[in-house]
């Protein structure tokens, strides 16, 4: 779950956790170091216990004073540990090893027999047998303290007996959960507070440098740059190094993105200006030819008035073609007429006798035609020029005018080698512009696009190769992009 | 303060003296306390100090001791003036003492002895006879009711001291109740005044005990003084004390004591205690 959070909540919360943590660790290991100690500091109590009692209760043994000794036992049983709660308890044996009083006479009854006898399940020595202090330790931690209480001049006149039962050892985890709990809440009330200050401040830099680069390519560069903040922190600075350089690298890019569109923009303007060349170009040679006849035969009236026809509507297939090609220069065309057939032949006889090719037309108009004849012109001119030069020599090129209610189709098939359908793509795409036969079928290819209609290659034809350009007859010139 | 460590202040502070009104240096008399009244409230000990310093016209206070024999020697030694004590040690010593004043404890100068157990000890101890292997507690080895009697006891059902487990002395009779009550000893020999004394007063260590046996009546543990002491305010102070019942705060303080009054007494009294400490080896009036 903590891996879902934002970095910038995992590390003041990462630090709170790892506070409060470190506070339970610590509180548990002293827990567990001072439980460990309680048993030493038990002994050490009892030790102090046994030698205060062996001192107070030396004249009244020797003085026989049962009742001295038992006042002694009882108004010092508070030091012996575990005695207030029963589970301790002192007597002071007398030379024999019995009871010559005890702090819980209950328990440990006057004239009872001690030393010799057997307690818990274990013999203990005689009171001939204890020297020095011996200290008995039961199974379950319990132990038991037996001290001589020696006169002055070295006579063993009683003991001092002291039993602590194991509860006395165990440690207090009531007692020590207390501290334990308040150094939990000082640590939640102060330290975690104070992690989560400095998680925030450590993630502060981060937070910054999130936002610069959220920012990079929408915001000023240089100022990104100076918002980049600096520290002594090698991370940090090692971060905020890879930032600089993202943003520096990031305007080389767009830098490189706005010459590559400068390029492209140059490079649509050379294919515009081909186009147009290659436009204008393409019926010149028969108006070139079209002059010559003029020149020649211009004596003849039918031959000139056939010939001046001919140059003004290839003229104005010219200023048409350039109106198409300029949006902003909008100039009224005409309808196809069958005519324009026999023109656009006139035009490409030139060129078609120069590669001695035969050409062949004809024509199925069964409906009225109404689309615009520049457009369909500029096509059966471009077709017919790409078909001469691909059928060869003494090639064969054939055309169709085909019209009906619903469309216009113009299909001219040559002889020459058959032509494949990746080639044919090849050869529509803009960048093969450059190649003058591909440029003609780009053309057609858009604006068949351009008035909804479609250019294709007929894969079903043999012997060479069909294509077809059919747009819808109608008069509305161009469809909606 | 509980009475016990009172007591031990009191003990502690050598021949201190309570504090009472102020009068003439070297007009005083001084009364010895021993353990057969609760002699450690401090407080009462000084209102009744100031009540017979205001009757007597000296100044009146009060020397605690915890022993008896303690008390007797402050007496032969002129230290103090008055001694109230056991009637055991006065009949012993009796031809160097003179009887001062008796008091009346139910309007009578007698008292028991009780013999006490632990608080449900009764399948254990039902008698003396049951003494036998037993822990038994004295007060004072000068105290009638704490020693004497249960010697007479102990006699008449055959008990000799090493038939017992042990015995020790309490050093007073509440002590002995208190011993009694911790289990400490298996029975205690207590003077029933101040066994029902502390009953009345609702102390714990009553409450864990229970009498076993009442002896026959005897003597109230007289106030002496010294034969041929001669004390000047003696008189007055004897005056003082029996006149005690006839004014509230003297009534007031009786009450307190738990007794009814004193009266001068006679040494026949006391003659019980003395036929009785005859027949006891080592009581000093064996003939």
Same mark, same amino acid.
């Given at each position: ?140 931690? /319990? ?26 050892? /165990? ?60 520290? /002594? ?47 204008? @170009? ?74 001695? /090719? ?23 001119? @471009? ?99 | ?86 009637? !055991?040690?006065?009949?012993? !010593? ?194």
């Amino acid at each position: 779950m903590l891996r879902r959070l934002p970095y910038r909540v995992q590390i003041p919360l990462g630090l709170s956790l790892a506070v409060l943590i470190t506070a339970l660790l610590v509180t548990t290991i002293a827990a567990r170091i001072s439980a460990r100690t309680a048993r030493q500091e038990t002994l050490a109590t009892l030790d102090r216990a046994v030698v205060l009692l062996i001192a107070q209760a030396r004249p009244m043994l020797a003085a026989d004073d049962t009742w001295r000794v038992f006042s002694l036992l009882r108004d010092t049983a508070a030091l012996i540990p575990g005695a207030e709660s029963k589970h301790a308890r002192g007597a002071v044996l007398d030379a024999d090893g019995r009871v010559f009083a005890a702090s819980d006479p209950g328990s440990l009854g006057t004239g009872l027999q001690i030393l010799g006898a057997s307690l818990h399940g274990r013999k203990i020595s005689s009171a001939a047998e204890i020297t020095e202090r011996q200290q008995l330790d039961q199974d379950d931690g /319990a132990i038991v303290l037996i001290d001589p209480i020696r006169s002055e001049d070295g006579q063993t006149i009683g003991f001092v007996f002291v039993e602590v039962e194991a509860p006395v050892f /165990a440690p207090d985890w009531a007692a020590l959960a207390k501290p334990a709990l308040i150094g939990v809440l000082m640590a939640v009330m102060f330290l975690v507070p104070i992690g989560w200050w400095v998680g925030n401040r450590m993630t502060r830099p981060v937070a910054r440098i999130v936002q610069i680069i959220e920012r990079i390519g929408h915001a000023d560069a240089a100022s990104l740059h100076a918002e980049v903040p600096r520290t /002594a922190d090698p991370e940090f600075s090692r971060i905020g190094d890879a930032v600089h350089q993202l943003i520096g690298e990031l305007q080389e890019r767009q830098k490189a993105e706005e010459r590559a569109l400068s390029a492209e923009r140059l490079a649509a303007v050379g294919r515009m200006t081909a186009a147009v060349a290659h436009e204008i @170009n393409n019926p010149l040679a028969g108006l070139l030819t079209a002059t010559q006849t003029l020149r020649l035969h211009g004596d003849s009236g039918p031959i000139r008035q056939r010939t001046v026809e001919l140059l003004e509507r290839g003229l104005q297939q010219i200023r048409t073609t350039v109106a198409a090609l300029l949006p902003q220069a909008r100039v009224e065309d005409r309808p196809l007429e069958p005519g324009d057939l026999d023109d656009v032949v006139t035009l490409v006889q030139a060129s078609a006798s120069r590669q001695d /090719a035969h050409l062949s037309t004809r024509t199925d108009i069964e409906s009225a035609l109404r689309v615009p004849s520049a457009v369909l012109r500029q096509v059966m001119l @471009n077709m017919l020029l790409n078909a001469i030069k691909a059928a060869g020599g003494d090639g064969k090129v054939e055309a169709l005018l085909k019209a009906d209610g619903d469309r216009v189709q113009f299909c001219v098939a040559n002889s020459g080698g058959a032509m494949t359908s990746e080639r044919f793509m090849e050869l529509l795409t803009a960048e093969s512009g450059q190649d003058p036969r591909g440029f003609g079928l780009w053309v057609c290819h858009e604006l068949a696009n351009h008035y909804g209609g479609r250019f294709e290659l007929d894969a079903m034809h043999s012997g060479g190769t069909r294509l077809v350009f059919c747009i819808p007859n109608r008069e509305r010139r161009e469809v909606q992009a | 303060m509980d009475r016990r460590n009172c007591l031990q202040l009191l003990a502690a502070a050598g021949n201190s003296v309570i504090g009472l009104p102020t009068f003439a240096a070297g007009e005083r008399l001084r009364i010895g306390l021993t353990a057969v009244i609760l002699a450690d409230q401090v407080a009462f000990l000084s209102r009744w100090g100031r009540y017979l310093s205001e009757r007597v016209g000296c100044e009146v206070s009060f020397v605690a001791r915890d022993s008896y024999q303690s008390i007797l020697n402050l007496l032969a030694s002129g230290q103090i003036d008055v001694a109230w004590i056991c009637g !055991y040690p006065y009949v012993r !010593y009796e031809a160097s003492l003179s009887l001062f004043a008796v008091p009346l404890y139910q309007d009578r100068p007698e008292y028991q002895s009780y013999l006490i157990r632990p608080q449900g000890g009764a399948a254990a101890i039902q008698g003396w006879a049951d003494l036998r292997g037993k822990v038994l507690a004295y007060s004072d080895p000068l105290s009638n009711s704490g020693w004497l009697v249960a010697q007479v006891q102990l006699a008449r059902v055959r008990l000799r001291s090493r038939d017992l487990k042990r015995s020790f002395f309490a050093h007073g009779h509440r002590n002995v109740a208190e011993a009694v009550a911790a289990r400490l000893a298996d029975a205690g020999a207590i003077d029933g005044y101040v066994w029902e004394t502390m009953r009345q007063q609702g102390m714990a260590a009553v409450a864990q005990t229970e009498v076993v046996w009442k002896s026959a009546f005897f003597g109230f543990p007289p106030l002496v003084t010294k034969q041929g002491a001669g004390n000047p305010y003696a008189a007055g102070l004897q005056a003082a004390l029996l006149a005690m019942p006839q004014d509230e705060t003297g009534r007031e303080l009786l009450r307190a004591l738990n007794l009814t009054g004193f009266t001068k007494g006679t040494p026949a009294i006391f003659d019980s205690i003395l036929q009785q400490a005859k027949t006891v080896p080592g009581s000093g009036l064996v003939s």
